[in-house]
T-cell receptor, first 114, second 117 residues
Framework: DGGITQSPKYLFRKEGQNVTLSCEQN?????MYWYRQDPGQGLRLIYY???????QKGDIAEGYSVSREKKESFPLTVTSAQKNPTAFYLC?????????????FGDGTRLSIL | AQKVTQAQTEISVVEKEDVTLDCVYE???????LFWYKQPPSGELVFLIR??????QNEISGRYSWNFQKSTSSFNFTITASQVVDSAVYFC??????????????FGTGTSLTVIP
């Protein structure tokens, strides 16, 4: 079945460590997104990409980095510069050019500090 | 400024009661799209409905119905005869034209609905 796969489901980070969250989609979508969700809050956009080898900062990009080398993959790295990384991270995708298409979401990754 | 406002942070209802979740949005575009998503305790967001700005017809899907009113910039969601399985966080979202915003979605802060058996 087509969908978005995020891994791992749970991730723990040590102080000063970079960690990478995986996001893979087989929906043939051009656009992919990373959101951060804190308890009791909405979704905040970290980065998004509309096409391979191109990505844009969202509202809270500081302390994060991404790459988009393949259409299917949009990994997110939480760097040591992100001082408060504990949150629920959601990856999404939808077809480029059509903002009327709903975003499809993965199951999320819960990141915690050790 | 918040583009999508969901003023109700938490709502609790008893099973079989009707409940309405409010969503107010802000945009200067004439073409835009509105969405509702459900986030169950497992975490993934599930798409429920999309509405474009030119279609103000209300929609009903089973126990779910949506009331879109451009005059008040609202897109409210009603669950009739609520069930325990409806317990979740519900998000309203706005999408503006691709050219100007790069296909970004703006999400409200969500309304946590608890249906008590």
């Amino acid at each position: 079945d087509g969908g978005i796969t995020q891994s791992p489901k749970y991730l723990f980070r040590k102080e000063g460590q970079n960690v990478t969250l995986s996001c893979e989609q087989n929906l043939n979508h051009d656009a992919m997104y990373w959101y951060r969700q804190d308890p009791g809050q909405g979704l905040r956009l970290i980065y998004y990409s509309q096409i391979v080898n191109d990505f844009q900062k969202g509202d809270i990009a500081e302390g994060y980095s991404v790459s988009r080398e393949k259409k299917e993959s949009f990994p997110l790295t939480v760097t040591s510069a992100q001082k408060n990384p504990t949150a629920f991270y959601l990856c999404a995708s939808n077809g480029q050019l059509y903002s009327n298409q709903p975003q499809h979401f993965g199951d999320g990754t819960r990141l915690s500090i050790l | 400024a918040q583009k999508v406002t969901q003023a109700q942070t938490e709502i609790s209802v008893v099973e079989k009661e009707d409940v309405t979740l409010d969503c107010v949005y802000e945009t200067r575009d004439t073409t835009y799209y509105l969405f509702w998503y459900k986030q169950p305790p497992s975490g993934e967001l599930v798409f429920l409905i999309r509405r474009n700005s030119f279609d103000e017809q209300n929609e009903i899907s089973g126990r779910y119905s949506w009331n879109f009113q451009k005059s008040t910039s609202s897109f409210n969601f009603t669950i009739t005869a609520s069930q325990v399985v409806d317990s979740a966080v519900y998000f309203c979202a706005l999408s503006e034209p691709l050219i100007r915003t790069g296909n970004q979605f703006y999400f409200g802060t969500g309304t946590s609905l608890t249906v008590i058996p």
